[in-house]
C-alpha cells in the first residue's frame, strides 16, 4: 500500500521471480504522493482512486479507480507493506495516528497478514524537495527517514523492514544521483536495485545469487532494454544485498 515510490520498486519484481522460477505474486495499491494521512481518511470514506497492479507468473492485472478494500480482498495476502509519502517520511510526528489506523482497517480484512515496513529513500543530493521540506541535506534526508522507519516498525511488533532507502544510499557513494531519472523517483538502476531488495526480503533468496539479467530486459520507461554495464550490476546486486542483511 504507498504511491509512486512503491510502484517504483516493484517495477521488475515479476522479471526477477521469474527469472529463478519463484511464484511471488505482489500488488502495489497506489496513488501518487499518497501519505499515511490520505490513506486514512480513504479508508474512512471508502475512496476509489487506487490505482491496483497484480504481477502474477501468468499476467500482469492492472485496475483504475477502486478502494483500498477492493484491493485487500482481491487475494489471501501473505504479507502487507505499508510506507509514508517520501517528503514527509523523516518525519516522524507525521506518522501518527495514521499509520496505527491504517494498520488496524488492513488487520479488519486479513487478519494473517504480516505487516512489513518499505523504508523509503532519500532524494537526490541538489533536488530542490530535500531543502523545501526542510531537510536541509540528503544525508539529514536519509537519516532522519531511517530514524523514523526503524521507530515505526518498532511500534508493530518490531515489523521487519524492506530497506529500499538504504540500497539507494548505498548505491548513491558510487553512482551519485543517477539512480533517480528526475531528483526523487528512481531511474531504471534504482528501479533494479530496488526490485533486488525485494526479491530478497520476500524470498530470502540473496540479490548476489538472482539469476536476473537486466541489459537483456525491456526498460520500463525508455526505448530499449536497461542499459547498465556488468559492473554498474555487480555494484546494484552488492548494495542490494548489504542492505537487506542490516534488517534481516
Known amino acids: 500500500i504507498g504511491n509512486s515510490f512503491s510502484q517504483d520498486a516493484t517495477t521488475y519484481i515479476k522479471g526477477i521471480t521469474l527469472a529463478d522460477g519463484v511464484d511471488l505474486r505482489v500488488a502495489s495499491a497506489s496513488i501518487g504522493g499518497c501519505s499515511f494521512e490520505r490513506h486514512y481518511n480513504n479508508i474512512t470514506n471508502n475512496t476509489t482512486d487506487y490505482h491496483f497492479v497484480y504481477y502474477t507468473p501468468e499476467e500482469t492485472y492492472r485496475s483504475a479507480e477502486v478502494s483500498l478494500e477492493q484491493c485487500l480482498k482481491a487475494s489471501d495476502w501473505d504479507i502487507i507493506t505499508i510506507q509514508q509519502v517520501s517528503g514527509l517520511s523523516g518525519?516522524?510526528?507525521?506518522?501518527?495516528?495514521?499509520a496505527p489506523e491504517l494498520v488496524s482497517y488492513i488487520k479488519t480484512i486479513q487478519p494473517k497478514a504480516e505487516i512489513r515496513i518499505h523504508m523509503v529513500w532519500a532524494y537526490g543530493r541538489f533536488y530542490p524537495g530535500v531543502a523545501g521540506n526542510g531537510y536541509g541535506t540528503n544525508l539529514n534526508m536519509y537519516n532522519r527517514v531511517v530514524d523514523a522507519y526503524e521507530r515505526?516498525?518498532?511500534?508493530?511488533?518490531?515489523?521487519?523492514?524492506?530497506?529500499?532507502?538504504?540500497?539507494?544510499?548505498?548505491?548513491r557513494e558510487h553512482f551519485g544521483d543517477s539512480i533517480h531519472r528526475d531528483g526523487?523517483?528512481?531511474?531504471?538502476?534504482?528501479?533494479?536495485?530496488?526490485?533486488?531488495?525485494?526479491?530478497?526480503?520476500?524470498?530470502?533468496?540473496?540479490?548476489?545469487?538472482?539469476?536476473?539479467?537486466?541489459?537483456?530486459?525491456?526498460?520500463?520507461?525508455?526505448?530499449?532494454?536497461?542499459?547498465?554495464?556488468?559492473?554498474?550490476?555487480?555494484?546494484?546486486?552488492?548494495?542490494?544485498?548489504?542492505?537487506?542483511?542490516k534488517y534481516n
Not at 152 to 158: H, I, R, T, Y
Open 91 to 98: 518525519k516522524y510526528e507525521t506518522f501518527f495516528p495514521f
Open 184 to 245: 526523487f523517483h528512481c531511474s531504471e538502476m534504482g528501479r533494479v536495485l530496488t526490485g533486488w531488495v525485494w526479491f530478497e526480503c520476500l524470498t530470502g533468496i540473496s540479490a548476489l545469487d538472482s539469476k536476473f539479467e537486466p541489459q537483456k530486459t525491456k526498460a520500463s520507461y525508455m526505448e530499449g532494454n536497461i542499459n547498465i554495464t556488468d559492473e554498474e550490476e555487480k555494484i546494484l546486486r552488492a548494495a542490494a544485498h548489504e542492505a537487506v542483511l
Open 152 to 171: 515505526l516498525a518498532k511500534v508493530f511488533d518490531n515489523a521487519k523492514i524492506i530497506p529500499s532507502g538504504v540500497a539507494m544510499q548505498l548505491a
